[in-house]
């Protein structure tokens, strides 16, 4: 009976004690509940996010370069396909065996197969390994006819950047390459769209447009897992290509200086006299900017490094020479525009003129005898110049060149190569050389020797500021929506009544006149100095200006001994130029030409002129129809 | 005696079957189906290893459950210490024999399969106390020796299982025996006094831990300290079952798992697994599920005329409820991460087994309900 009676407080207290922990767990699964809740209902949405994260890797792809086209829509800049060979390490079966086999399928080095090796240990079995970038189509048949025993071998289809025109548009376009870590950082764009394998602008236009060029990534979504591999594909979203970029130029001109420069350092360049359009600027030589597009090899760039003819610099923006006789228009003007002399001025010229005891010689040893402007324009007589530039001083000439351009850079926000050039006067001269000017210098000055330095296309856009009547102009290289027609832009020189008008540099139009027919002479008239390449037909008959640049001084000995070119070291031989403009009657388009150490101008540069303004003004026509950007299709 | 007893109190077959506690077996079922499905799901919609594993465990234990619940409960009382005893042996013997994996010793190679005797601990030490409290007077409940020899019984294993190095067993094993010793009739005082005596010793117990152990609690107080090494798991969980959201994902659709985001999935993780499948309302009627199944037991705790049968049943129902709550506190990043798993939906045999014997002996209750035990 105790026993009992103590067996039911046992279980009572057992009940009890049950309650009380029967009460604490339904406190706790409550608790676990509300947890739950709080995880899977308030925060659903952040733990969406964070598994879509997890999940859920984007692979950018390079993106697509916009093209650039010349003046009439020939592509100069485009995309090719490129083939290219990829390893997928996990999926090969003998690693060995298939560097083996590719080895003698296409013909890589010991260094190339070590790469491999060395990329497959860094790399995650899956991330595919870049074999060639640039598999060419024989070397692609061959690999596809032997995928069977490749196995892990995939080969891939994607874009670069190519050149249609190879050498001839590389000082305008530059190129692309890969780019350096310090490249990608400076550039916001290209940091945001980088991937590896893109290429970006290094020189040129391809640097400077970058931006716009560009184009945005393709973006390819994936499924990943937690190591990092891809499990399937969810999207593909296609990248725009970067802008299409439409030049000025026109590759058929372009064509024609190349070869008019061929084997030879120079430069030509060609600009519509009233929109400002560069038709043509090529620097000879030239090189091939697709052979940097996948790393160019040492042997190839050191044949482009060392050639004597320097085909790196682009002497059309960079390349600084005295414009020699060539800058005689220019003090012509001065002249006439200061009211120094008149039209009939005359100087007496013997063949040398004695200043301070320093002879200055003209480049005639007999002397041109007395001659007027118009005759010393056209036979470039020296003394004639050296007379009026001292009557003139280097400070008032200065003004003019100046205004003409001289000294400035022509396009200078497209190409950050470009050099000002300089021409001095006595100011410039105190402070940076901290002497005072001599008058000498005022005579070497006049005849475009002495400190001037110019750069070829300044000498176009002088010239084409003469032609078109002594208007400033705006040299442009690429298109754009500018809606001045030409008649609006020599209605509005004319006029100088349009809303955007066109800075006068003369203030007497007569002056322009005269330096323009003393051009005019000096190629179309008996004795001008290019009168044997003249054009008589009206419709290319060209107006011009010779000019030779020393190299060095010539010495007295050297001037008796009067050598011929072939007997100059090819170093000390002078520079030939030409500036010129035409039709003479209704002008157009003005062209400068400079061929380095080419001898004198009228032999050397002249009769390219003519071949050119041949070309140019066929073309004039065709140019003309061909304004209206829309129309074209590429 | 033993004879006789057996013959005279003995249901008939038919009387066992009609006593049987279908609800329970129902809900055990279905727990056991929806942990074979989310199996399924973790080899990822496939039947691979875990699937097959998993199910033939199910088809062994589920079968030795319902044959223990056809014995009477009087033989666990009769053979509880004996039980305990060979657990102990087992845990001796691991100690010295016992496989090693990934840093620990606690498994033995039985052929068939690999037992975890720390496991088989869980219900040994409910059986023994419970056969010990049956026994015992009221009045000599709170007496020093009864305390000391109660306090022993729970150490010595646990000291085993924390030595192979194993805390999340070793608590729940101390756990499974404070419950005991609670219901027993020991005095609330010792409980609040040893409680408080815990707190006071808590930091020269965390400088016994292990390292990766105080890792783990670092974790647990910061998991972004270290988000790709020590608190990934934990990171990883909490996105799967956040990302759940009310219905799931949907089944074989959970991307944290598929995606091999979720460590230790098939195991103490698989909770994670099935809300990120099932979302809030699925964890939710798991949790209901679970619910039922321990009340279920409490029922027959309470309609047990035997304080032996009740001891266990309560005590037991308790346990179960301990493994949820410390496990799903564990993935929901409420707790540090000590390895439990969650009754039959983990895959692991051993803690299978020690659940179905469990059953089976509340079942075995069930049916003898009206027993009463010497």
Not at chain 1, 171 to 193: A, C, D, F, T
Not at chain 1, 602 to 616: D, H, N, T, V
Not at chain 2, 156 to 173: A, E, H, K, R, Y
Request: glycine share 6%; aromatic share 12%.
């Amino acid at each position: 009976m105790i026993k009992e009676n103590l067996g039911i407080r046992k279980s009572d207290v057992i009940n009890r004690r049950m309650f009380i922990v029967g009460a604490a767990k339904i406190v706790v699964f409550v608790g676990i509940v509300a947890r739950l809740f709080s995880l899977q209902i308030n925060e659903n949405k952040k733990y969406l996010t964070l598994s879509d994260k997890n999940r859920i890797r984007e692979w950018k792809l390079p993106p697509t370069r916009g093209n650039i086209v010349d003046y009439f829509g020939n592509i100069i800049a485009g995309n090719l396909k490129v083939y290219q060979l990829h390893i997928i390490p996990e999926q090969v079966e003998n690693f060995n065996y298939l560097l083996v086999r590719l080895k003698t399928l296409l013909n890589l080095s010991d260094k190339k197969i070590q790469k491999i090796v060395n990329l497959k240990n860094k790399l995650k079995p899956w991330d595919s390994i870049i074999v060639s970038e640039n598999l060419s189509w024989s070397q692609f048949l061959k690999v596809n006819n032997y995928l069977y025993d490749l196995v892990g071998v995939k080969p891939v289809m994607t874009i670069s950047r190519n050149y249609p025109y190879s050498e001839m548009y590389t000082h305008v376009l530059g190129y692309v390459s890969q780019p350096n870590e310090e490249e990608i950082l400076e550039n916001e764009i290209v940091k945001e769209r980088f991937v590896p394998g893109m290429k970006i602008g290094k020189l040129g236009l391809e640097k400077t447009l970058e931006n716009q060029l560009i184009g945005t990534n393709a973006i390819q979504r994936y499924e990943v897992n937690a190591y990092g591999k891809r499990i399937n594909q969810l999207e593909h979203q296609k990248g725009l290509q970067g802008s299409k970029i439409r030049l000025t130029l026109d590759t058929e001109v372009q064509k024609l200086s190349a070869q008019l420069l061929s084997n030879k350092a120079g430069s030509i360049s060609v600009m519509d006299i009233y929109t400002g359009d560069v038709i043509a600027m090529y620097s000879s030589p030239s090189y091939d900017p697709n052979l940097f597009l996948f790393g160019i090899s040492q042997d190839e760039w050191q044949l482009i490094r060392n050639n004597p003819l320097k085909p790196l610099i682009n002497k059309t923006l960079s390349g600084l020479y005295s414009p020699g006789s060539t800058i005689k228009p220019i003090v012509a003007l001065s002249a006439l525009e200061n009211n120094i002399i008149n039209p009939n001025f005359k100087v007496k010229c013997t063949g040398k003129t004695e200043l301070y005891g320093q002879t200055f010689h003209c480049w005639k040893e007999k002397g041109h005898g007395f001659v007027s402007l118009k005759n010393a324009m056209k036979q470039s007589c020296d003394t004639y110049f050296y007379e009026i530039a001292r009557l003139l001083g280097v400070d008032r000439l200065n003004v003019t060149a100046k205004k003409f351009g001289l000294g400035e850079k022509v396009l200078g926000e497209y190409f950050d190569n470009e050099k000002r050039g300089l021409f001095p006067n006595t100011n410039w001269k105190k402070n940076n050389l901290g002497r005072g000017w001599v008058l000498g210098e005022t005579l070497i000055t006049g005849i475009g020797q002495g400190y001037t330095q110019t750069t070829p296309l300044q000498l176009c856009l002088m010239t084409a500021q003469i032609a078109n009547g002594g208007y400033k102009i705006k040299p442009k290289i690429i298109v754009n929506d500018d809606p001045l027609t030409l008649e609006d832009v020599k209605k509005s020189m004319e006029l100088q009544s349009l809303q955007k008008p066109y800075t006068k540099l003369f203030n007497d139009s007569k002056n322009i006149k005269i330096v323009q027919e003393a051009m005019f002479s000096s190629t179309n008239e008996q004795f001008g100095t290019s009168y044997r390449s003249r054009i008589d037909d009206p419709k290319y008959q060209f107006a011009g200006k010779t000019g030779t640049s020393q190299v060095k001084r010539i010495s007295k000995r050297e001037r008796e001994l009067d050598l011929k070119l072939e007997q100059i070291p090819y170093k000390d031989r002078d520079h030939a130029l030409y500036v010129a403009y035409g039709p003479y009657k209704n002008p157009r388009y003005a062209l400068s030409i400079i061929v380095e150490h080419g001898g004198s101008g009228s032999k050397a540069a002249a009769p390219m002129a003519k071949e050119l303004f041949k070309l140019i003004i066929d073309r004039d026509e065709l140019r003309n129809k061909q304004s209206n950007f829309e129309n074209i299709n590429i | 005696m033993f004879q006789r007893d057996t013959l005279n109190s003995e249901l008939s077959f038919f009387q066992k079957i009609k006593e049987m506690d279908y609800t329970l077996l129902i809900c055990i079922t279905l727990l056991s189906i929806i942990s074979l499905l989310v199996m399924y799901s973790t080899d990822g919609g496939e039947i691979l290893f875990h699937t097959k594993s998993h199910f033939s465990k199910l088809a062994v234990f589920f079968p030795l459950m319902i044959f223990i619940a056809f014995f009477n409960i009087r033989y666990w009382h009769t053979f509880a210490y004996l039980f305990y005893l060979l657990i102990i042996l087992l845990l001796l013997y691991v100690s010295f024999f016992g496989l090693k994996s990934s840093g620990s010793q606690r498994w033995m190679d039985l052929y068939l399969f690999v037992l975890q005797p720390s496991e088989l601990m869980k219900i040994a030490i409910i059986l023994c106390l419970a056969k010990y409290y049956h026994r015992i007077k009221v009045e000599n409940v709170n007496s020093l020796t009864s305390i000391i020899l109660v306090l022993s019984i729970i150490i010595i294993p646990t000291i085993f299982v924390i030595s192979q190095p194993d805390l999340g067993t070793s608590i729940l094993i101390v756990l499974s025996g404070l419950i005991v010793l609670w219901l027993g009739g020991v005095r609330i005082k010792y409980f609040v006094y040893s409680f408080v005596t815990f707190l006071i010793s808590l930091p020269f117990i965390i400088s016994f831990l292990k390292p990766y152990q105080k890792l783990r609690i670092l974790t647990f107080l910061d998991p972004d300290r270290d988000p790709l090494g020590a608190g990934y798991q934990i990171i990883q969980s909490k996105i799967a079952i956040g990302s759940g959201g009310l219905d799931g994902k949907g089944f074989l659709k959970g991307t944290q798992s598929y995606l091999d985001f979720l460590p230790e999935k098939h195991t103490d993780f698989i909770f994670t697994l099935f809300s990120e499948e099932f979302g809030f309302i699925g964890s939710v009627g798991l949790l209901i599920l679970y619910t039922i199944i321990i009340f279920r037991i409490i029922r027959i705790g309470a309609l047990s005329r035997s304080n032996f049968s009740k001891l266990f049943c309560f005590s037991f129902a308790f346990s179960i409820f301990i493994y949820i709550v410390v496990n799903l506190s564990m993935v929901l990043g409420l707790l540090p991460i000590v390895g439990s798993p969650l009754p039959i939906m983990s895959y692991g045999g051993s803690s299978m087994l020690a659940t179905m014997i469990g059953f089976g002996i509340v079942l075995s209750a069930k049916i003898n309900h009206k027993q009463i035990i010497a």
